[in-house]
């Protein structure tokens, strides 16, 4: 049977604070963005708004996702969008060893968790009369529906919670199937610019942080290491490409 490895305690007031943080700001956030949205709606000129489509790259603090967005301007300096990223969420925590032969073992791991986020965004272009028209620095709100997958780290034959020697581990392929849906909610706030001729190209980087709210509680680690919790927050690096064209 293999021992838990005991880390420094982590107080759950932090997380506490956090979600009263992005509960308290969130709302403001959106609000501002609408009437961003009201005061540009006076402004829209159907020969300066765009659609666009593309996929994008995420990083995050548990490694790469992969998405795609479709946005469209509802005025001259705002935009609507919707994407969806798949990505796999994971414990700060973990550390995955290798043996001589290519087998992988993170100690103290309890379940896999991937995440998909259903995003409506509001994006507001910033200094539109200061700078160059193929550098478009912007501040986009997102908001929406979230779906976990959570499945188990390894096959617990007698439910005592720990992995032991007679028991096999699952890789994140082998073990989707013995998953479960999660629902929840996400949130986020970036900054970042559009590159290019927004006429026929949609392509640009942007950062910030993003918040998933979970309606049941998730154990990613042994709960002798960290108790399950409901929410999971992440800095978040994005990379886009697709097309674009007028309205």
Known sequence: MRAPIHPELISDNSVVFGMRFYANHIGWLVGLSMCWAVSASAQVDSLDTYRALGIQVVLTNSGFGLGGYASRSVGTDLRMSLELVLGAAKDEREVAFFDRFGRRDVPNKANYLLELPIQLGLERRLFRSKIENNFRPFILVTGGPLLGWAYPY?????GNGLLDSDERSFDMISGVRHGHVEPGVSFGIFIGAHFGDRSSESQGVRIGYR??????????????????????GTPVISVYFGRSRPN
């Open 154 to 158: 390894f096959d617990d034959k007698n």
């Open 211 to 232: 918040l998933s709210y979970y309606k049941n509680e998730i154990a990613l680690l042994d709960k002798s290491i960290k108790d399950p919790s409901r929410s999971i």
